[in-house]
């Protein structure tokens, strides 16, 4: 994977679309989000991203930082509350479902995403807004529908490593129509 990755830093140097400053700091960008990538290595499968998800009670569930200073839940969980920045938090497990407050639809394949992709932001009953792709039926997505998170495979990588990610559903009476 480094091998490729290389290559890829090489080509984004030749392009000389960035000034050298830039170059350096775009390329040590992406270096950085590969190696939390695959921080979490373990055999053949990895978490997308370290401590997005964790497993309670054999199921991968997603968590959050309750800021112990203001007492405000976000996510993913940072050193800084990104309300207040204080240091001080709890790892709390985030609600399940939540309201779709927007989305977007690209039609074009980005990364390992296949088109349409559907990403958008969901509000949970904590205040968290959360952004994740939505896997449904595009014709039945609206804002203010119920989607519940799922986890699983995301993503496929070369050397067949299965990337664990979540997701958003619809909710089971969202599904057969208006409610
Ligand atoms: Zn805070």
Not at 16 to 23: A, I, S, V
Request: contains cysteine.
């Amino acid at each position: 994977m480094n091998k490729n990755f290389g290559v890829h830093r090489k080509q984004i140097y030749e392009t000389g679309l960035f000034k050298p400053h830039l170059q350096k700091l775009f390329c040590r960008a992406i270096f950085n989000l590969r190696e939390r990538v695959f921080m979490n290595a373990k055999g053949n499968q990895i978490i997308f991203h370290p401590g997005a998800l964790e497993k309670k009670d054999g199921e991968l569930v997603q968590m959050g930082r309750k800021c112990r200073s203001c007492g405000k839940t976000s996510f993913p969980i940072v050193e800084l509350c990104p309300f207040c920045s204080s240091e001080d938090f709890d790892k709390v497990c985030l609600n399940k479902i939540g309201t779709l407050f927007s989305y977007s639809i690209t039609r074009v394949p980005v990364g390992p995403y296949k088109p349409p992709i559907i990403a958008g932001y969901i509000d949970l009953p904590e205040g968290t807004r959360v952004f994740g792709q939505i896997c449904a039926d595009i014709s039945r997505l609206r804002t203010g529908m119920k989607l519940k998170v799922e986890t699983g495979v995301i993503w496929n990588e070369k050397d067949g490593t299965e990337v664990i990610g979540y997701y958003y559903v619809p909710c089971e009476k969202e599904t057969g129509g208006m409610s």
